[in-house]
């Protein structure tokens, strides 16, 4: 199922190393990721992924009141929990049949805005850049940084950086300037978030049926005045990360195979359209393609569907690999859709949690992490969609679908065209987007600026048609409602680092079953029941590497940058992580790899 | 607290002049308490690390997320090295619950942290707190999870999880006598977490006292008073003005604050830079700091049990207080009458008063 074509040709006798990094340092959670790298022909041939927390709180939730569901879900992430509490709301919406009033949409779009934007900044600039920074590059292809030192860099007039490897001194964990510019401004989202969510991580003004953040004039003006204290700042990074990523496709031919996997994207939405969303299963799909960031399954690069519905019933939560004992002979809770189509066992609404905690076994089970996919339903396959990281599925099945058209942002015909206006230094300036040719790791990290900008922009709409509603003096941000004895729900959103779904079953007014769905397990999963590699195994699975270095200070740079172009759930990283794994045998096997795949 | 401006008494004890974070962030946690840390400004976590604070020992600070390690063993070696005694002293940081590994049957394990390198299986948590709290100079719960279980330890949880206090036991001492210090929050507010352990580490360095602690090992000064207490909505209250929903800004108490008896200072200190909170910008109080949290408390958008006594005995007094200060503030609401274009001054000046 790698993806990636085997490079048959010329091919040495194969050098097998064992790679391991586990505890993977700058993410959350316990990733551990083990290899195996054939150094003679240069490239990674087999890749499991694993994690090693179990929380349980599908188990716990269940029996408790419903309306407990946000504030709980929250504390699944700690660095995208207000992602989880606005899709517990809308699954609980959808259960209670209310709708929120607008100001509340606007309000939660502008806490999500912000969320966007803190969390990407942080991640791409004090994490994922330490990957391309001059310390690393240095350490891991020393002929790529004499090279970066000698190109000009194109967008130096907006950056103000004159060559590529000057972009990369200043990306340099601690001294570099975009770095610790990076940090001020990761607080400064943070503040504009905690303007609309009251408390970050764990939101405090969150409802279902809307807010309780006060609707001032002030509460926007705050929100306002740090935008546009950050917005040449996402101009610049924009442009740096631009001329850094087509440098690296120059200075290392081959590059693209890098982290590639066949286009296999999944997005489920975000920033609800308060005039038209209400919440109801039977328009879901009116009002999920109305959503400011256009929810879509994309495969091979062609748009399957960006029907809400469609994508509802085509999720698939399979063990094979996972710590976990199998429902398929339990009684359904959900047999049939709101619509009377039909609901899988493996469906999110019908999954039951029993945990088995065992000995790892990488022939066997060796994850707490299950395996969601999703059924196509035209060719019958399970696909282990990944996210992009995020960005890069949003922005790619919001261009497909070209139903976004607003003053800051438009899905153009292939791409997406982004204006911020004016800031302290640099003129209002357009940015475009174009569909990429390959879902790979450069990619990956190259959407994520763009989808930074993409956010502010939105978020300067937000800010106008809210002020405009409170100036006119509607202020209302809260809509009562009661919870029914029997309901189900289900909400559809982004959290930063990918598709977000949360699934609800009401019994007797409580939680009789609760499955939230992460990008994480989409993106870590392990092998499933078919056999098929998750996302992480698949990507690495078979990538060529370019570090110089030979095993024995192998440092894995290229692994890592594949890994962390999926924006593994991570907090904020302050210092630089080169991983070196630890050789656990070396074997010398002429024929181990070769038909692999 | 006893703090004498300029005293040198407590730095005449022995201080060291370097010490070692050991932060394990592997318990049953979202890392959200790691989150928070770097949103703190006063002080910045990089101002600790940097040096920038006086008065405390050099930081080495071991933190899976803010490492400067390789990773793998290469990022594990202090901790292997503290847990064979040969890294002294260390402050022993934990974030996450600590579940119970004892009601596992067989093999298996409900986090783990790292390769145990003899077996190359999982090292659960458990087993690396049983190394090194013992030798650890303080032990540091950062976070609800951590000090007292907080949300993943809620009834009807699969993995028996405790907070650390459970675990080592609550008269457990470190090497320098302290208990645990719990620093709860469900996050962390930052700058609480960051100002509990700055005065730990000078408490390390010999420059203070041990930082004082209430009965639950509490920081007393940032949990000795009540959400409600620091509550700019708390007026409402003694005016027996109730908001009915969350449109209202008034006093939440019969839409689910738990404010009155609930430690914390987030409405005073406010998040971040004293921007958000939580009742006093519209979120109900869930009691996130709290031991009880978050069983005792849900469902959190109900009214709390004692909420409509109090609220009806404040009641006849509230309305008297609210309609007598309705009368005043509609007073001070009219300019003085002196105020005017009159051929006549009538403010009361008297240019002879000294006399």
Redesign the interface.
Known sequence: MTTTESRATGRKPAQIVDMSWDPITRIIGNLGIYTKIDFANREVVECHSTSSLFRGYSVFMKGKDPRDAGFITSRICGICGDNHTTCSNYAQQMAYGVKPPKLAEHITNLGEAAEYIFDHTIFQDNLVFVDFCEAMVKATNPGVLARAERTDAPRGDVHGYRTVADIMKAFNPFEGEVYKEALKVSRITREMFCLMEGRHVHPSTMYPGGVGTMPQPNTFTDYLSRLMRVIDFIKKAVAMNDDVFDFFYEALPGYEEVGKRRVLLGCWGAFQNPDVVDYRYATMNEWGRAMYVTPGVIVDGELVTNNLIDINLGLRIMLGSSFYEDWVNEQPFVTHDPLGNPVDMRHPWNQTTVPVPQKRDFDGNYSWVMSPRWYHPQTGEHLALDTGGGPLARLWSTALSGLVDTPYVKATDGGIRITLPKGEKLPETTLEWRIPKWSNTLERDRARPYFIAYAAAMALQFLEEAMGMLKSGDTKVFENFEVPDEAIGCGFHEAVRGVLSHHLVIRDKKIANYHPYPPTPWNASPRDLHGTPGPYEDAVQGQPIFEENGPDDFKGVDIMRTVRSFDPCLPCGVHMYMGKGKTLTTVHSPTYGANHG | MTTQSGTTEAKASNGFDEITILWIS?G?????????L??A?QPS??DV?LGLIPGLPKVNLVN?????????????APYRAAARGELEPFILVIEGSIPNQNI?E??????????DPDT???QTLNSWIDQLAPRAWAVVAAGTCATFG???A??????GCMGLADYLGWEFKSRSGLPVVNVPG??IQPENFMETLVWVLQHAAGTAPPPPLDHMLRPQWLFGKTVHEGCDRAAYYEQADFAK???S?KC?VKVGCWGPVVNCN?PKR????G????PN????C?G?TMPSF?DAF?????EPPGGTLSTLLVKPYGAVVRRLRGLTNDMVNHEPKWRHNKRRLTSGYDPHWRA
């Open positions: 592997e049953m946690s979202c890392d959200g308490d790691t989150v928070s770097t949103a400004g976590i990089e690390v899976k997320v803010l490492s400067p390690s390789l990773g793998g063993e290469d990022f594990l596992i067989g093999d298996g394990y409900w986090t783990s942290f790292g390769n190359g299986e999982p907080g949300i993943h809620m009834a009807g949880n699969p993995t469900c996050p929903d969350y449109n800004p939440q987030v406010g998040w971040m830079a921007v958000g909170g939580c910008v519209g979120g109900i869930i996130c978050p849900m469902p959190f958008m109900d």
